[in-house]
Nanobody, 118 residues
Framework: VQLQASGGGLVQPGGSLRLSCAAS????????IAWYRQAPGKQRELVAA???????NYADSVKGRFTISRDNARNTMYLQMSSLKPEDTAVYYC?????????????WGQGTQVTVSS
């Protein structure tokens, strides 16, 4: 499984961006899909996730501003980001966990840079 993230860029505070992450390969038995981010000098943190029960989870810092979604037909996941703040500046990574034979297999995209600045 390979994940290809795209959609990052430079945006002014208050602006919006939509990140995409396309999966290729044998994508079955998905347990969780998620977006993480890592700012310079900081640890990678969970931004949003859709676990196996189909619910959505968000970091407190992005609740009400970011929306995670998926298009199963296109094997693509999205992160719609609005009301962006400078503190949202980071490299964003998509993440997928697949289940097989009782094991978890974790895959990461290559990361896409989001810069929020005037």
């Amino acid at each position: 499984v390979q994940l290809q993230a795209s959609g990052g860029g430079l945006v002014q505070p208050g602006g919006s961006l939509r990140l995409s992450c396309a999966a290729s390969g044998v994508v079955i038995n998905i347990n969780t899909i998620a977006w993480y981010r890592q700012a310079p000098g900081k640890q990678r943190e969970l931004v949003a996730a859709i676990p196996s029960d189909g619910s959505t989870n968000y970091a407190d810092s992005v609740k009400g501003r970011f929306t995670i979604s998926r298009d199963n037909a296109r094997n693509t996941m999205y992160l719609q980001m609005s009301s962006l703040k400078p503190e949202d500046t980071a490299v964003y990574y998509c993440n997928v966990i697949l289940m097989g034979g009782g094991y978890e297999y974790t895959y990461w995209g290559q990361g896409t840079q989001v810069t929020v600045s005037s």
